[in-house]
């Protein structure tokens, strides 16, 4: 055996058998942020983003935890064990510093307990510690989302072989999706070339959006469904408004002429009326002052349209009497 060889292999055991009985020092480590990823606006008073992280004996000597908003460098939390934990920048008079995630002195300081989360706290939230050995981060994203305070759909016709059909939200947050989507007795298909206006409103911190097709009535079936569906990216938040449109003329309804009438006229109808009814209950009641069963009559078509045109003419002369 070579001298050399024998004095290397020597030497390589010696280092081995001294890293095997060495302890392996281990860096600090997030497991994981623990807490909601979606909020509604107003549904709870507390959320809590935890932390949790592994440390050894040697990253307690100068922990520090800090939380940072949006990744912006100036931290919008800060607890160092030895002090009490701090609130800054946009949590700041925000968060409850009493909260304890657990009874260790080195973690339980770790979370942020978020009093009454509103829509402008949502953002991207990063967890970083360090210690005097070695440093680590972790992030999660929160979603406060407000629903929308009211949705509707419209339709109206600029010409008469043409629609325009409307859909608006409003009081939403954040920013929403919006899409219409059309349908008969044999398909339903998504009209990509509709028109989408979104606008933001800072002072009050929601979006309004709208979505507008013209569509030729040639292109549709007799009956056709417009739906409207509005969504947040990111949630499970979906809502949707559905109108059914008849391709045709869009009509309203036929008024008729009356005559004028005099007051006196009136109150000669209403005294007819008056009469009328006072003697169709004396009929109906018995001797006994019970009424008596009532008795089904026929009535021919005749009379019946004379009857409510007298009702109707009875009606327009009132309205006109108060009128005057």
Partial sequence: MDHRTGTFGYVGMLLFSLFAVLPVARSLEIIDIKGPSVVVNGSTSQ??????????????????????????????YQWIPTKEPQDLGIL?????????VSEDQFSKHRALAIVNPTTDLTGEYTCSISSFESEAFKRKSLIVYAPA????????????DSVVVTCRAGGIFPAPNIAIFRSSSSSKEFIESAKVESQLHPEYGYYNISIEIEVSDYDLDSETMFECVLTIPGTEYRVQEKILYFP??????????????????????????????????????????????HTAESVSSGERVLSSLSFLSILAGLHLLFLH
Wanted: hydrophobic content about 25%; overall charge negative; some cysteine.
């Fill in 47 to 76: 959320i809590v983003l935890d932390c949790d992280y592994d440390i050894t004996d040697y990253d307690k000597s100068g922990l520090v935890v800090k939380w940072h908003f949006n990744r912006q460098t100036f931290p919008i």
């Fill in 149 to 160: 305070e009211d949705l509707s759909m419209t339709y109206s016709k600029p010409s008469e």
């Fill in 248 to 293: 045709g003329h869009l009509t309203t309804p036929a008024t008729e002429e009356v005559e004028d009438v005099d007051e006196e006229d009136i109150d000669e109808l209403l005294e007819e009326i008056e009469k009328s009814e006072n003697a169709q209950n004396s009929d109906e009641e018995g001797d006994d002052g019970k009424r008596s069963p």
């Fill in 92 to 100: 700041k008079g925000r968060l409850n510093l009493k909260y304890e």
